[in-house]
């Protein structure tokens, strides 16, 4: 999630006041598919993802991957991974393009006792530093340094050890690198204030059923014994909430009606309660959820927070159901310190909102209206897009390429439901 993402010159053009309807299947998760791609870089006897979402950021990552050594086939949203990686440097000119590229560093390390990472940099929704990654690989025995731009990280020949890993903040990525770097480790490893979104729960699944001794996962204190190799695994990719909670909002911004397919409804738990506070009306079933919206959005306050609380990643776009809600609402962004990238382009589209500090006043109008507008990172452009399938007259939405890190298919899912949508130059 940079600056820097493969530009392109394509926009979205969207001609809002459609109610949306019918049915949507969700495909897997991009969060969730990134680590488990570099499990391949410790999973060298057999490996198979499915339900791969076919998005800019897995096909960088699966590039990254490539250029590692690990060779990885594509075919009908399976990938089959062969090989073990041959080098233990990943290359400037992809980890610039993906922040979560940062997730090869602890699984390379692993594999090769030693690995040297371009620093990712900073991105548009905040710093987004790395210690807590570089902390993960000190509490495992490894030598950490910097170096012209890299992160380098190595161990002695006995290799990686476990360790108490004692994170003072809470992160996905972190989270994500202390199982992925510890499993194979000697020993035993506590980590203590981890995560426990259902990305990290997937990840840690899969490598439960490659041999991975790994307990607490889903909680706050997760225990990994390592073992000494892991065995051939196929897995399959849990669907994506965000994309799904994205159409939810897409009904509640159209008065539509939506079945919402190929989901983990559980996932989705709390803002779906916040859904049904803003008026729309939920059927949940074991793989699917149906939404009718039928009336103008009533605002209700939300706080980002850590899962299973309200998820950042659906921030942007509930603040677009909340600029045309039937009044006042706040929202309090707690996880980066600058995701509010959407709220100017918002503000042409004819919201009324204002930020002090982390806090952003919504107060809800009858009516957006089309306007030319640029997405700056991936959540903001759907964000956008939501905005303008309600708004009155044709938006123009640029900075697309960030859409296309995340969405898979995106015009034809909203195109048969109702939207009119075109891609053009
Ligand atoms: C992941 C998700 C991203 C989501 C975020 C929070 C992926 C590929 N991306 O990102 O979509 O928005 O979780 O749910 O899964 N931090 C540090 N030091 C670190 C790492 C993180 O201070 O070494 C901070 C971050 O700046 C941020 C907070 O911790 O303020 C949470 O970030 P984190 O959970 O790590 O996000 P990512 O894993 O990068």
């Known amino acids: 999630m940079n600056d820097f993402s493969n530009e392109s010159n394509e926009k979205i053009f969207i001609t809002g006041g459609t109610q949306l309807q019918g049915n949507v299947r969700i495909s897997g998760a991009k969060n969730a598919a990134l680590p488990l791609m570099t499990l391949s870089l410790i999973l060298n006897k057999g490996f198979t993802l499915s339900n791969m979402p076919d998005l800019a950021d897995t096909r960088l990552m699966s590039n990254l991957l490539a250029e590692l050594g690990i060779n990885n086939s594509w075919k009908f949203g399976k990938v089959n991974f062969h090989g073990a990686p041959k080098i233990n440097e990943a290359s400037y000119e992809l980890v610039r393009q993906m922040r979560a590229s940062i997730l090869v560093l602890g699984p390379l390390?692993?594999?090769?006792?030693?690995?040297?990472?371009?620093?990712?940099?900073?991105?548009?929704?905040?710093?987004?530093p790395i210690d807590l990654h570089v902390l993960v690989m000190e509490a495992l025995g490894a030598n950490v340094y910097y170096d012209s731009g890299f992160i380098i990280a190595s161990v002695g020949s006995e290799g990686l050890k476990g360790g108490l890993i004692d994170f003072p903040k809470v992160s996905v990525g972190a989270t994500e690198s202390a199982i992925m770097t510890s499993v194979l480790a000697k020993g035993k490893t506590t980590i203590i204030n981890a995560a426990h979104e259902p990305e990290i729960v997937d990840l840690a699944k899969c490598l439960i059923s490659a041999g991975a001794d790994i307990n607490g996962v889903g909680t706050s204190t997760i225990i990994i014994n390592g073992v000494n190799e892991l065995n051939p695994v196929d897995h399959e990719i849990v669907p994506d909430r965000i994309e799904a909670g994205s159409f939810a909002i897409a009904s509640g911004m159209t008065k539509g009606n939506i079945?919402?397919?190929?989901?983990?409804?559980?996932?989705?738990?709390?803002?779906?309660?916040?859904?049904?506070?803003?008026?729309?009306?939920?059927?949940?079933?074991?793989?699917?959820?149906?939404?009718?919206?039928?009336?103008?959005?009533?605002?209700?306050?939300?706080?980002?927070?850590?899962?299973?609380?309200?998820?950042?990643?659906?921030?942007?776009?509930?603040?677009?159901?909340?600029?045309?809600?039937?009044?006042?609402?706040?929202?309090?962004?707690?996880?980066?310190?600058?995701?509010?990238?959407?709220?100017?382009?918002?503000?042409?589209?004819?919201?009324?909102?204002?930020?002090?500090?982390?806090?952003?006043?919504?107060?809800?109008?009858?009516?957006?209206?089309?306007?030319?507008?640029?997405?700056?990172?991936?959540?903001?452009?759907?964000?956008?897009?939501?905005?303008?399938?309600?708004?009155?007259?044709?938006?123009?939405?640029?900075?697309?390429?960030?859409?296309?890190?995340?969405?898979?298919?995106?015009?034809?899912?909203?195109?048969?439901?109702?939207?009119?949508?075109?891609?053009?130059?």
């Open 109 to 128: 390390l692993a594999s090769k006792g030693s690995a040297r990472v371009p620093l990712p940099g900073g991105c548009a929704i905040g710093t987004r």
């Open 259 to 425: 079945e919402i397919t190929h989901i983990r409804p559980k996932d989705l738990e709390f803002f779906l309660k916040v859904l049904n506070y803003t008026g729309s009306e939920i059927k949940i079933d074991t793989n699917s959820i149906n939404i009718t919206s039928s009336k103008r959005p009533e605002p209700y306050d939300i706080v980002t927070q850590t899962h299973p609380g309200f998820p950042t990643d659906l921030q942007a776009q509930y603040m677009a159901l909340m600029s045309i809600a039937s009044g006042s609402a706040f929202i309090k962004e707690t996880i980066f310190e600058n995701r509010f990238m959407h709220v100017p382009e918002l503000l042409r589209m004819g919201a009324n909102i204002s930020i002090k500090n982390q806090i952003a006043s919504i107060i809800g109008v009858k009516e957006l209206k089309g306007s030319k507008v640029m997405a700056s990172d991936l959540r903001a452009s759907m964000s956008l897009i939501l905005a303008a399938l309600a708004a009155l007259g044709t938006s123009e939405i640029d900075g697309i390429h960030h859409l296309d890190r995340g969405y898979e298919k995106i015009e034809d899912k909203l195109s048969n439901l109702g939207a009119i949508i075109r891609r053009s130059k």
